[in-house]
C-alpha cells in the first residue's frame, strides 16, 4: 500500500541533531520503498519557501516565528491554513510529527485529525513529571495524543514514559530504535595521534546533556593523565561553563571546543578519538553513541532513560550521571585502551551495522502505517468524548480547544475551497515511473539483440553463398 506522508517537526535540516538525522533518514527509505513523503517545518534564517533534497523530498519552510530553542510560537491556529493548503496540495493521507518538544509537531496532529486525516506520533526524548514545565508540556501533549491513531518511541524505556504522559494505551506505542548510516561512520585508526588519548565529545551544549558534568570531569582526568587530551564538538549556551573550566585550570592545550558541527562532519572528528563521552541527565535513545560505536570508538555513558538498551555491555561503560563515577568509568576505559583491550574498532563496526539499519526501521514504520490506514473514522461526537474524559477541568477546555478548531476550520474551508487548491506534481512517482520505463526498455532490446543475432547470421551466409 503507497502512502503520502507528511513529516512535521520544529527541527530539520540546517539544524543539526538526532531527530533532525531521523526524519532525513527515515524520509529517504520511506521514498525508496514507493511512498511519497514531505516534510514541513518552520523557516531557518533566509531558507523560507520549498527546497528540494536527495530523491526529490519537498521541505516546506514556513514563514512561523520562532520563540524558543527553535521552537515556533504555540498558537494553535496560526498554522492551521498553511497545514492544511499543503496537505490537500500534496493529497497527504498521514501526518507523521516528530518530538513532543516542538509545537509545530503537536498541533500539525491536532490539525491533522481534524481534516480526517491518520495521525502518528514518535517520540524522541523523555520528560519528568514534577516541575512546572513537564507538567505544562504533559498536558498539553495530553491534549494532542489524545485521538492520534499510533505512537512510535525509539526505546522501551521512552515508551513507558509516553504512556504514562499521555494517558496512551500500550498497544497504540510501538518502539522501533533510531538506526545509523553505517557507510558514513567508518573507524579510521591511522587519523588517531601517536602518544595522546584523545576523549571526543559532541553533543548540544544545554543543562540536557550534562555539561555540568563535563566540566567537573574535565580538570580531575586531565589532572590524573597528562597524555589525555579532550575535544569538545557542539555549541550552546553551557558553552561558557566550559571555557570558563578552561581559564581556571589553564586547560588551553588539554581541550579544545570545535563550536557547531555539521552532520556529515561528524565523522572526521570522531575518528580521531580513542574514548567517546556522553554525560547526558536524560535521553530516550542516543544516536551520538551508536555513531561513536560505529567509528570505532570506546563508549562511556552515563545510564539514564534509554542508553543502557542501545548497546551491549562490552561495547559501552556505563555510569551513575555523577562526577566520581563518571571519573571511574573513564579510568577504566582509558587504561582499556592503554593495554590494547576490549574489541576492535572494525567489530565494533561491523556489530553496528548488523544491529542498527534504516531499511529496517522504514520497513517497520511501513508497518505501521499500513495498520493506521486500516483504522475505521472516527465521528466527532466520539472524539468530543474522548477529549471530556481527559479531567473535570481540563477535559472541558479541551472540548473548548477542539471546537473552536473545527469551527476555524470550516471557516478556511469556506474562505479556500479544495477544488481551488492545485494538487502538486508527484516528483517521486515520476521518478520511480522512469527508472521502470528505462529498465523495461533496456530489458527487450537486449532480448532482441540476443534473439536476432542468429538471423542475421544465416542472412549473411545466404548472401555470401
Given at each position: 500500500?503507497?502512502?503520502?506522508?507528511?513529516?512535521?517537526?520544529?527541527f530539520?535540516?540546517?539544524?543539526?541533531?538526532?531527530?533532525?538525522?531521523h526524519?532525513?533518514?527515515?524520509?529517504?527509505c520511506?521514498?525508496?520503498?514507493?511512498?511519497?513523503?514531505?516534510?514541513?517545518?518552520?523557516?531557518?534564517?533566509?531558507?523560507?519557501?520549498i527546497?528540494?533534497?536527495?530523491?526529490?523530498l519537498?521541505?516546506y519552510?514556513?514563514?512561523?516565528?520562532?520563540?524558543?530553542?527553535?521552537?515556533?510560537?504555540?498558537?494553535?491556529?496560526?498554522?492551521?491554513?498553511?497545514?492544511?493548503?499543503?496537505?490537500v496540495?500534496?493529497?497527504?493521507?498521514?501526518?507523521?510529527?516528530?518530538?513532543?518538544?516542538?509545537?509545530?509537531?503537536q498541533?500539525?496532529?491536532v490539525?491533522?485529525r481534524n481534516?480526517?486525516?491518520?495521525?502518528?506520533?514518535t517520540?524522541?526524548?523523555?520528560?519528568g513529571?514534577?516541575?512546572?514545565?513537564?507538567?505544562?508540556?504533559n498536558?498539553?501533549?495530553?491534549?494532542?495524543?489524545c485521538?492520534?491513531?499510533?505512537a512510535?518511541?525509539?526505546?522501551?524505556?521512552?515508551?513507558e514514559?509516553?504512556?504514562?504522559?499521555?494517558?496512551?494505551?500500550?498497544?497504540?506505542?510501538?518502539?522501533?530504535?533510531?538506526?545509523?548510516?553505517?557507510?558514513?561512520?567508518?573507524?579510521?585508526?591511522s587519523?588517531?595521534?601517536?602518544?595522546?588519548?584523545?576523549?571526543?565529545?559532541?553533543?548540544?551544549?544545554?543543562?540536557?546533556?550534562?555539561?555540568?558534568?563535563?566540566?567537573?570531569?574535565?580538570?580531575?582526568?586531565?589532572?590524573?593523565?597528562?597524555?589525555?587530551h579532550?575535544l569538545?564538538?557542539?555549541?550552546?549556551?553551557?558553552?561558557?561553563?566550559?571555557?570558563?573550566?578552561?581559564?581556571?585550570?589553564?586547560?588551553?592545550?588539554?581541550?579544545?571546543?570545535?563550536?557547531?558541527i555539521?552532520?556529515?562532519n561528524?565523522?572526521?572528528v570522531?575518528?580521531?578519538?580513542?574514548?567517546f563521552?556522553?554525560?547526558s541527565?536524560?535521553?530516550?535513545f542516543?544516536?551520538?553513541?551508536?555513531?561513536?560505536?560505529?567509528?570505532?570508538?570506546?563508549?562511556?555513558?552515563?545510564?539514564?532513560?534509554?542508553?543502557?538498551?542501545?548497546?551491549p555491555?562490552?561495547?559501552?561503560?556505563l555510569?551513575?550521571?555523577?562526577?566520581?563515577?563518571?571519573?571511574?568509568?573513564?579510568e577504566?576505559a582509558?587504561?582499556?585502551?592503554?593495554?590494547?583491550?576490549g574489541?576492535?574498532?572494525?567489530?565494533?563496526?561491523?556489530?553496528?551495522?548488523?544491529?542498527?539499519?534504516?531499511?529496517?526501521v522504514?520497513?517497520?514504520?511501513?508497518?505501521?502505517?499500513?495498520?493506521?490506514?486500516?483504522?475505521?473514522?472516527?465521528?466527532?461526537?466520539?472524539?468530543?468524548?474522548?477529549?471530556?474524559?481527559?479531567?473535570?477541568?481540563a477535559?472541558?477546555?479541551f472540548?473548548?480547544?477542539?471546537?473552536?478548531?473545527?469551527?476555524?476550520?470550516?471557516?478556511?474551508?469556506?474562505?479556500?475551497p479544495?477544488?481551488f487548491?492545485?494538487?502538486?506534481?508527484?516528483?517521486?512517482?515520476?521518478?520511480?515511473?522512469?527508472r521502470?520505463?528505462?529498465s523495461?526498455?533496456?530489458?527487450?532490446?537486449?532480448?532482441?539483440?540476443?534473439?536476432?543475432?542468429?538471423?542475421?547470421?544465416?542472412?549473411?551466409?545466404?548472401r555470401?553463398?
Amino acid at each position: 500500500m503507497r502512502h503520502n506522508v507528511c513529516m512535521v517537526s520544529d527541527f530539520f535540516h540546517p539544524n543539526a541533531g538526532g531527530v533532525e538525522s531521523h526524519i532525513y533518514q527515515l524520509s529517504q527509505c520511506l521514498i525508496e520503498r514507493g511512498h511519497k513523503v514531505v516534510v514541513v517545518t518552520h523557516a531557518y534564517g533566509d531558507r523560507v519557501g520549498i527546497r528540494y533534497l536527495t530523491n526529490f523530498l519537498k521541505i516546506y519552510y514556513l514563514p512561523l516565528g520562532v520563540f524558543y530553542a527553535q521552537n515556533t510560537l504555540p498558537t494553535l491556529f496560526t498554522s492551521l491554513p498553511l497545514i492544511r493548503d499543503i496537505c490537500v496540495r500534496e493529497q497527504i493521507t498521514i501526518v507523521h510529527g516528530h518530538s513532543a518538544f516542538s509545537t509545530l509537531c503537536q498541533e500539525a496532529l491536532v490539525h491533522g485529525r481534524n481534516m480526517a486525516l491518520k495521525a502518528v506520533f514518535t517520540d524522541h526524548s523523555l520528560f519528568g513529571f514534577a516541575d512546572a514545565s513537564s507538567i505544562i508540556t504533559n498536558k498539553f501533549l495530553h491534549f494532542c495524543l489524545c485521538d492520534i491513531n499510533h505512537a512510535i518511541c525509539v526505546s522501551y524505556t521512552s515508551k513507558e514514559n509516553t504512556v504514562l504522559r499521555a494517558s496512551l494505551h500500550p498497544s497504540q506505542v510501538s518502539v522501533i530504535p533510531n538506526a545509523v548510516d553505517a557507510n558514513m561512520f567508518t573507524p579510521d585508526p591511522s587519523r588517531r595521534q601517536a602518544g595522546r588519548i584523545t576523549i571526543v565529545v559532541v553533543s548540544r551544549l544545554v543543562y540536557r546533556k550534562g555539561i555540568d558534568l563535563l566540566a567537573g570531569v574535565l580538570p580531575i582526568i586531565c589532572a590524573r593523565h597528562s597524555d589525555v587530551h579532550f575535544l569538545i564538538g557542539g555549541d550552546g549556551p553551557k558553552r561558557v561553563n566550559l571555557e570558563e573550566v578552561c581559564e581556571k585550570h589553564q586547560l588551553h592545550e588539554r581541550m579544545q571546543l570545535l563550536g557547531s558541527i555539521a552532520h556529515a562532519n561528524v565523522r572526521n572528528v570522531l575518528v580521531q578519538g580513542d574514548i567517546f563521552l556522553n554525560t547526558s541527565l536524560t535521553e530516550a535513545f542516543c544516536m551520538a553513541i551508536v555513531e561513536a560505536a560505529s567509528c570505532g570508538l570506546k563508549v562511556v555513558s552515563t545510564g539514564v532513560g534509554g542508553i543502557p538498551e542501545v548497546l551491549p555491555e562490552d561495547m559501552i561503560q556505563l555510569a551513575e550521571p555523577s562526577v566520581d563515577d563518571l571519573v571511574d568509568a573513564l579510568e577504566v576505559a582509558i587504561r582499556n585502551v592503554r593495554e590494547g583491550k576490549g574489541i576492535s574498532p572494525d567489530e565494533a563496526h561491523a556489530r553496528i551495522e548488523s544491529y542498527y539499519q534504516w531499511a529496517e526501521v522504514a520497513e517497520r514504520t511501513e508497518q505501521v502505517y499500513d495498520r493506521v490506514a486500516e483504522d475505521a473514522p472516527v465521528t466527532l461526537a466520539e472524539r468530543l468524548n474522548k477529549f471530556h474524559s481527559l479531567g473535570p477541568v481540563a477535559g472541558k477546555i479541551f472540548v473548548l480547544l477542539l471546537m473552536l478548531c473545527h469551527l476555524w476550520l470550516s471557516l478556511v474551508e469556506w474562505w479556500r475551497p479544495r477544488q481551488f487548491i492545485d494538487k502538486a506534481p508527484d516528483l517521486q512517482a515520476c521518478r520511480d515511473s522512469v527508472r521502470q520505463q528505462y529498465s523495461s526498455s533496456r530489458e527487450p532490446s537486449r532480448a532482441c539483440q540476443e534473439n536476432e543475432g542468429p538471423t542475421l547470421q544465416r542472412k549473411s551466409k545466404r548472401r555470401h553463398r
